[in-house]
C-alpha cells in the first residue's frame, strides 16, 4: 500500500523543503522504499536541499507530458538505494500541471512499489499547492511560532478538510503539524508562542518539534539533509517525527532550555 | 547567587506586562475562530449580505458595515441560526 503524504504550510519560508528532504530520507533509512515530489514548478529547490541538483535530466513535468519516462526522470540518491528525488522543472510555469497528470504520475509511482510519495508543496494557496495536497492520505503542515505562518496554516488545514480527494470522498486526511525554527529559551521569555500555544490555537496536536539550531542551514549548504546530522538536535528531532509518523510513541526532545550545571558553566560544557 | 537572580526575575515576572507571545496567542485565536466560521458559513453569504444591503439603503441611509450577517451553528451541530444586525444610523 502507498501512501501519499504533503508536507504543506500556506506560508512561504518556513522549512517545508527542508522538512521534506529530512522526512525522506527518515522514511528510507527506516527501510521505506520513497520517493519525494517538487511540486514549486519554475522555482526547483528540491533538488539542491537533497543534493542531487547536478543530476537533474528530466523533471516532473517532462513526465506529466509523456516527454520523459518516469524512469529516466526518478534520480536515484546516493545515500540510499530506497530513495528517488523527482525535481520540479525550472523553466515552466505552474499550469503545466494537470490534475488528471499529477494523477497518472502518483499511480505509475504506486505501481513501482513504492512505500511513501512525499508531495512537496511551494507556499502560497495557487494550483501548485492545490494539486500537492489533492490525493494526499496525509498532510505534514509544517508551521513556526510566529502568527502569519499560525495563521496561514490555519487557512492550509481548512483546504485539507474540503478541497482534497479524500474530503470529496467524505473521507479525512490525516493531519499532522510539524513545528519548526522552535526557541525553547524565547518561549520561556515570553517572546515566542509555545507548543501547547500552537496546538491549541489550531486544535491539532504536534507530529514533531524541530529546534532552531545552526546546523539546518550548514546542511542545506552541503546538501546533506539535516536528518543525517545525527549528532545535531534539529536531526535528532526529524528522526523523532519519523519515528511518530510510522505510529512510534516517542517522547519531544529539545523542547525546553537546558539547563547548564555548575561544571558545565565554570568549564563551558 | 543564582538564588537572588532567581528571586529577582520572578519578581520582574509579577511585575512585568502580558507577555508578546500571549498577546499573539489572543490575537490569533479571534482570527481562527473568526475564519472557521466563516468556512462553515454556505456560499451565499456574501451575496446575501450585499442584496440585503441594497434593499435596506432603498429606505434607510446607512453605510455599508451597517449590515452583519452571521451563521451559527448550535452546539450540536443540528440547529441552523442566521443572524442578521442591522445598525440605524444615529438619530440626531
Known sequence: MTEIIVVTSGKGGVGKTTSSASLACGLAKAGKKTVVIDFDVGLRNLDLIMGCERRVVYDFVNVVHGEASLKQALIKDKRFDNLFVLAASQTR?????????????????????????????PAGIEKGAFLAMYYADRAVVVVNPEVSSVRDSDRILGLLASKTKKAEDGERIIEHLLLTRYNPARVEKGEMLSIADVEEILGLKVVGVVPESPEVLQSSNSGNPVILDEASDAGQAYTDAVARILGEERPMRFTTVEKKSFFSKMFGG | M???????????????????????????????????????????????????LEVIKKYVQVNDEAVKVNFEKDKDGIQEVLDIQIALPDKN
Do not use: H, W
Open chain 1, 93 to 121: 510555469d505552474k499550469d503545466a500541471l494537470t490534475k488528471e497528470g499529477v494523477e497518472k504520475v502518483l499511480n505509475d509511482l504506486a505501481a513501482e512499489g513504492f512505500d511513501f510519495i512525499l508531495c512537496d508543496s
Open chain 2, 2 to 52: 543564582g538564588l537572588l537572580r532567581n528571586l529577582i526575575e520572578q519578581l520582574e515576572k509579577l511585575d512585568s506586562k502580558p507577555s508578546s507571545a500571549s498577546t499573539a496567542k489572543n490575537r490569533l485565536q479571534i482570527l481562527v475562530s473568526q475564519s472557521r466560521r466563516d468556512a462553515s458559513a454556505p456560499d451565499y453569504m456574501p451575496r446575501l449580505r450585499s442584496e440585503l
